[in-house]
């Protein structure tokens, strides 16, 4: 599904490798969910790994998305509730560096319109240099726009549009949707023994490179221990590093690999090794 924003971290190549470890009700066919089953992802991010496991998830189960950055969880709350107006701020803008460096500065700062927000995360994303939004040194093409890549080279409205539409389509299936801006430290001890969450945290080393909202040493300590002490079935995907391996010594590891084309060259850059950890109870015997 082509994604809304471009965001660092992005588990759109890895969606099928994840989607082998879920429980048989969230990877659909035949397969029923349980009574009160929900899908839980409390780093939400661009939705490229819920949005493609929820097209094939039955629409009976309950859904909490959630994202910490309130920009993000603007974007997905005007996906579901307000899309006329967030699809008419797509058809309306027209990118430049200098607005690359207006919405960078007040990224955080609410509008007082979600529809807004939502927006301003979504084109300061398109026009930042790999997609670090606010942790971009810049936008594509620098201060002088010079070379062949400038701020608008990514911003297709027409594109934007249909994802934005075909989003709020897999989205609104669920009549039990829920949509938050809340911290994972307050999520975990709220999900029901039949939920499925699946996380994808800052990475554990460069993650104060990457996103505005990191998290720190300790709360990375924090969300291991509150997914060792619930009830619920958990996915989650990390960068793989000792620390990480030290902090969840008592889960399942799966390594998964990641390859990227360079699209000038098609040569293949090397190979990002990234961990599935899940509990050991839901490795197959």
Same mark, same amino acid.
């Given at each position: $599904?082509?994604?809304?924003?471009?965001?660092?971290?992005?588990?759109?190549?890895?969606?099928?490798?994840?989607?082998?470890?879920?429980?048989?009700? $969230?990877?659909?066919?035949?397969?029923?969910?349980?009574?009160?089953?929900?899908?839980?992802?409390?780093?939400?991010?661009?939705?490229?790994?819920?949005?493609?496991?929820?097209?094939?998830?039955?629409?009976?189960?309950?859904? !909490?998305?959630?994202?910490?950055?309130?920009? $993000?969880?603007?974007? !997905?709350?005007?996906?579901?509730? *307000?899309?006329?107006?967030?699809?008419?701020?797509?058809?309306?803008?027209?990118?430049?560096?200098?607005?690359?460096?207006?919405?960078?500065?007040?990224?955080?700062?609410?509008?007082?319109?979600?529809?807004?927000?939502?927006?301003?995360?979504?084109?300061?994303?398109?026009?930042?240099?790999?997609?670090?939004?606010?942790?971009?040194?810049?936008?594509?093409?620098?201060?002088?726009?010079?070379?062949?890549?400038?701020?608008?080279?990514? !911003?297709?409205?027409?594109?934007?549009?249909?994802?934005? @539409?075909?989003?709020?389509?897999? +989205?609104?299936?669920?009549?039990?949707?829920?949509?938050?801006?809340? *911290?994972?430290?307050?999520?975990?001890?709220?999900?029901?023994? &039949?939920?499925?969450? @699946?996380?994808?945290?800052? @990475? @554990?080393?460069?993650?104060?490179?990457?996103?505005?909202?990191? $998290?720190?040493?300790?709360? *990375?300590?924090?969300?291991?221990?509150?997914?060792? &002490?619930?009830?619920?079935? !958990?996915?989650?995907?990390?960068?793989?590093?000792?620390?990480?391996?030290?902090?969840?010594?008592?889960?399942?590891?799966?390594?998964?690999?990641?390859?990227?084309?360079?699209?000038?060259?098609?040569?293949?850059?090397?190979?990002?090794?990234?961990?599935?950890? +899940?509990?050991?109870?839901?490795?197959?015997?």
């Amino acid at each position: $599904m082509p994604s809304i924003i471009r965001y660092p971290g992005s588990k759109a190549k890895l969606v099928g490798a994840i989607r082998q470890s879920l429980p048989g009700w $969230m990877v659909g066919g035949l397969w029923v969910p349980p009574p009160g089953a929900v899908y839980v992802e409390p780093f939400f991010g661009s939705g490229a790994f819920g949005l493609e496991v929820l097209e094939h998830v039955d629409p009976s189960i309950g859904v !909490w998305i959630n994202d910490l950055d309130p920009g $993000m969880f603007a974007l !997905w709350q005007s996906v579901v509730h *307000h899309t006329k107006e967030l699809v008419r701020l797509v058809r309306r803008f027209e990118p430049t560096a200098d607005e690359f460096f207006r919405l960078k500065e007040s990224d955080g700062i609410s509008t007082g319109s979600i529809p807004r927000d939502g927006f301003n995360k979504v084109a300061m994303h398109r026009m930042s240099v790999s997609g670090f939004g606010s942790m971009a040194g810049g936008p594509i093409g620098g201060k002088s726009q010079s070379g062949d890549y400038t701020v608008g080279c990514r !911003w297709t409205p027409a594109s934007v549009e249909q994802a934005i @539409y075909n989003a709020k389509e897999t +989205l609104s299936r669920f009549r039990n949707l829920r949509i938050t801006n809340l *911290h994972v430290r307050d999520i975990i001890p709220q999900c029901p023994d &039949s939920s499925l969450v @699946y996380l994808d945290p800052p @990475y @554990y080393v460069k993650g104060g490179q990457l996103y505005a909202h990191n $998290m720190h040493p300790d709360e *990375h300590a924090e969300l291991a221990s509150l997914l060792r &002490s619930t009830s619920a079935d !958990w996915r989650l995907s990390y960068d793989d590093c000792q620390e990480i391996r030290d902090l969840y010594s008592w889960a399942a590891f799966k390594e998964l690999e990641i390859r990227y084309t360079n699209a000038v060259t098609t040569k293949r850059r090397p190979k990002n090794m990234e961990l599935l950890i +899940l509990p050991e109870c839901a490795v197959p015997a």
